[in-house]
């Protein structure tokens, strides 16, 4: 009798305990994350990468003037705030487009100075500039699996690239332009794309390209790529468009593969573009960010598009839809890049929000 009246008290205070984790869940949203005073106004973040909790880093720009092009500008986080770091040595005015990285005393960052030209730095303990790859402008640094690789253009032409531990080798480029790269390993790499039949996502097995067109409207792009497993990858962008008057919203395209087939996943947004996938803690794809979301309004309401979802949490079975935080003084983001937290259900968005007079600020996001 008493042992049966202890598993009956065991059971009830597991079943209020699982509530309580539920509802906390439930009540968990994405929250705004202060940058460092010493970024100065009128700046943005283009991308972030984190290795761990107390270990973050975001790139972009700031003192963007009208006609200034502003200066690097790079973001530490250090488990309790960001902070702004030096950068001894670089003098030269632009801004930082992407980083990544393989390790803590590996990380990447590609930028853009005044002039055009394209800037290679590496933080190995302290950041210093490195010789970018001849000829080549970079628009983009991915890591995965150990590797680093670079995604630009040589006179004109697709480039992909390799770094093997010594230097920079060229790698053979699929039909048509890369966006984004999704990497387990020197053999086995998806990008995400579009070629001239529409949105495409490759797969590298060291040896050569396959190529399949996941989305074959005019115009229709994918940009970022999530590979859980051979029987399951995510794409996503936007789904293209014929003509329309300058400003015509543009559907957002997330796809699908099961292993055999490409096929479109419904989302609760009827407009916007799909800029970041992001796994959880197993690799399963957890958060999926669309940029300048929107979705048709009631019936007869005007004006007929409403604000959309920023966020979407995907379980496995369905969407849950996030707005970002609103910040005083400021609009909303136009810009969302995705940088999950390894090993944990955190995840950082960084990006840039509108401000008054057509000005723009840097923006930070967590969730979780």
């Keep these: 009798m008493a042992r049966r009246l202890l598993v009956a008290v065991l059971a009830v205070a597991l079943t209020v305990m699982a509530g309580l984790v539920s509802a906390t869940a439930d009540t968990l949203?994405?929250?705004?994350?202060?940058?460092?005073?010493q970024v100065r106004p009128q700046a943005g973040l283009n991308e972030a990468v984190a290795l761990g909790p107390d270990r973050a880093w975001a790139v972009g720009a700031d003192a963007v003037g009208r006609e200034a092009p502003g200066f690097p500008l790079v973001l530490r986080w250090d488990g309790t705030a960001w902070d702004r770091q030096a950068l001894p040595g670089i003098g030269w005015q632009g801004e930082l487009l992407s980083v990544a990285a393989t390790s803590p005393t590996a990380v990447w960052a590609i930028g853009r100075d005044s002039a055009g030209g394209t800037r290679l730095l590496r933080f190995d303990g302290a950041w210093h500039e490195s010789r970018p790859p001849r000829g080549v402008v970079l628009t983009k640094v991915v890591a995965g699996g150990g590797e680093t690789w670079l995604i630009g253009a040589r006179n004109g032409a697709q480039a992909?690239?390799?770094?093997?531990?010594?230097?920079?080798?060229?790698?053979?480029?699929?039909?048509?332009?890369?966006?984004?790269?999704?990497?387990?390993?020197?053999?086995?790499?998806?990008?995400?794309?579009?070629?001239?039949a529409g949105a495409a996502v490759s797969h590298w097995d060291g040896q050569a390209w396959q190529q399949t067109i996941v989305h074959g409207f005019p115009r229709a792009a994918v940009g970022t790529v999530l590979?859980?497993?051979?029987?399951?990858?995510?794409?996503?962008?936007?789904?293209g468009f014929i003509g329309g008057p300058a400003g015509k919203p543009i559907p957002p395209l997330l796809v699908r593969f099961d292993g055999q087939t490409w096929n479109r996943v419904t989302m609760p947004t009827d407009?916007?573009?799909?800029?970041?996938?992001?796994?959880?803690?197993?690799?399963?794809?957890?958060?999926?960010?669309?940029?300048r979301s929107q979705k048709w309004g009631p019936p007869g309401s005007s004006p007929p598009l409403v604000p959309g979802p920023d966020f979407l949490a995907w379980n496995g079975s369905s969407f849950t839809e996030y707005g970002e935080p609103a910040v005083a003084g400021e609009g909303d983001s136009s810009l969302l890049r995705l940088a999950p937290v390894p090993g944990t259900g955190t995840v950082w968005s960084v990006g840039r929000a509108g401000g008054p007079e057509g000005t723009f600020a840097p923006r930070i996001l967590r969730f979780g």
Excluded at 164 to 190: E, F, K, N, T
Excluded at 227 to 239: F, H, M, N, R
Aim: glycine share 14%.
């Design 29 to 37: 949203s994405w929250q705004h994350v202060p940058v460092p005073a």
């Design 271 to 291: 407009f916007g573009s799909v800029t970041s996938l992001a796994p959880g803690p197993s690799g399963e794809l957890a958060w999926v960010s669309v940029a």
């Design 160 to 196: 992909l690239l390799r770094w093997d531990g010594h230097g920079w080798r060229d790698v053979p480029v699929p039909p048509g332009s890369v966006y984004g790269l999704h990497i387990l390993a020197a053999d086995d790499v998806w990008a995400a794309g579009d070629a001239a």
């Design 227 to 239: 590979a859980v497993s051979p029987t399951e990858v995510w794409a996503g962008g936007t789904g």
